[in-house]
């Protein structure tokens, strides 16, 4: 498939790539298979192992994966957001710092959760969490749950059995956005090492049967303008994004928009 626009609609607004050169199918492969082969090449050495330079380029391309999914997460919180929408913290009195166990306990939580409010064990539970070290070191979570049913603080104590929990609706937030931003916030910590202590694993899980933002992706000549009719912008930007061309990296000038879509 070849395009030179890409759009992504949410509840709130538009994201707008405009590509001065189109990007084709092959590009990506391109792309993708020559990461992979440096990266293969690296993982041969640990961290300890780089260069300095090489170390500072690891932690940057761990830091840019990490806020592409910082975005990732926000488009996802403003499709799914809804009046019904609660924010849950888990905490335990254990010091639980290894991620894996927690992460355990964390699944069956949500197992538990499901089965006391649907009564099935097939997953009906809407979600997205964000894990979060503590200063002690013990991992805690933050969730959002959608169009979540009201559940009483002593029932929720009683289903997680670990240690603490907060819950919140949401009703201060006046939108969708507002609530991505909010839970977002928690993914911008973390630097240096806790950057590689994030290597491998999910900046955010979600359950499987949430709305997906909807992304477009066209090959025309037409102006932006014309396609959306709405001059809301909220944020634009130019920068050079890379392509493949002939074996060779060049680059490829790209538009940015995000549009704020209209309430009706």
């Given amino acids: ?7 992504i609609r949410t509840s709130s607004y538009l994201e707008i790539w405009e590509y001065s050169s189109p990007i084709f199918s092959s590009d990506n492969t391109d792309i ?9 090449k690296k993982k041969r050495r640990t961290f300890d192992e780089l260069t300095p330079n090489e170390q500072d380029e690891r932690l940057n391309r761990i830091s840019k994966t990490r806020k592409n999914s910082k975005w990732k997460l926000q488009r996802l919180i403003d499709s799914n957001y809804d009046n019904k929408t609660s924010f849950l913290t888990l905490t335990t009195k254990a ?18 959760l499901n089965y006391y409010i649907y009564n099935s064990k097939r997953r009906q539970l809407k979600y997205i969490s964000v894990l979060e070290r503590q200063k002690r070191g013990a991992w805690h979570a933050h969730i959002l749950l959608f169009n979540f049913p009201y559940v009483s603080h002593k029932d929720l104590l009683r289903i997680w059995g670990h ?3 907060r819950i919140n609706k949401l009703d201060s937030l006046d939108d969708s956005s507002n609530a991505g931003r909010y839970v977002a916030k928690y993914m911008e910590k973390g630097i240096g090492q806790e950057l590689l202590e994030s290597l491998g694993k999910k900046a955010f899980y979600s359950s499987r049967n949430l709305k997906q933002p909807e992304e477009i992706k066209l090959l025309t000549n037409e102006n932006v303008e014309d396609l959306i009719q709405t001059d809301d912008i909220l ?13 060779h990296l060049v680059n490829n000038k790209v538009k940015y928009r995000k549009i704020k879509i209209d309430e009706e």
């Fill in 95 to 112: 010091n639980i710092q290894d991620r894996t166990e927690f992460n355990t306990m964390f699944d069956k939580f949500i197992k538990r």
């Fill in 1 to 7: 498939m070849s395009y030179n626009r890409k759009i």
């Fill in 163 to 165: 240690g603490a929990v």
């Fill in 32 to 40: 993708e298979t020559n990461q992979v082969s440096l990266n293969d």
């Fill in 235 to 247: 944020y634009e930007s130019t920068y050079n994004s890379k392509v493949f061309r002939k074996g």
